[in-house]
């Protein structure tokens, strides 16, 4: 009998389950730290989180961006015109058995608009590499700036 080789395809995993915890590891994080935080409800266009100071009146909008390992995959349009000024994020929270702790960086896009990498033929989405995230690490502060 003759042997047959199987080729198997690696399925892609869903990216919603990181997702979710980034978010929340954002949320536990900024809830530690003294602040104000709640998660925005499913589905909300343009923002995945609301934070403040506990005096503050008004709540601040910032977006959520997690992958287990760099680079993140972005929306070219977060880095142009109105979301220019938003703050995002970017949430490594390594591999599953990982023992590292979660990394954040906060930037607000402006910052990083330059380091967009596209793919030729990509209209919509690009890549964030980790090098040029790497000098916001911890800059929970940017959340609070002045735009």
């Known amino acids: 009998m003759e042997e047959q080789s199987v080729t198997l395809k690696k399925k892609r995993r869903s990216g919603?389950?990181?997702?979710?915890?980034?978010e929340y590891f954002v949320m536990g994080?900024?809830?530690r730290r003294g602040f104000d935080a709640q998660l925005a409800d499913?589905?909300?266009k343009g923002y995945d989180l609301l934070v403040g100071k506990p005096a503050d009146q008004a709540l601040r909008k910032a977006q959520v961006k997690t992958v287990r390992s760099a680079p993140w995959y972005v929306n070219k349009a977060s880095f142009v015109g109105d979301l220019i000024d938003q703050v995002t994020i970017y949430v490594l929270i390594g591999k599953e058995d990982s023992i590292k702790p979660v990394r954040y960086f906060i930037a607000r896009n402006r910052?990083?608009?330059?380091?967009?990498?596209?793919?030729a033929g990509?209209?919509?989405h690009a890549f964030m590499p980790l090098k040029f995230v790497e000098a916001y690490e911890g800059r929970w502060d940017i959340l609070f700036e002045a735009n």
């Open 16 to 22: 919603i389950p990181s997702g979710n915890a980034g």
């Open 29 to 31: 994080e900024l809830l």
């Open 42 to 44: 499913r589905n909300t």
């Open 111 to 119: 910052d990083l608009a330059a380091h967009v990498h596209s793919p």
């Open 122 to 124: 990509w209209r919509d």
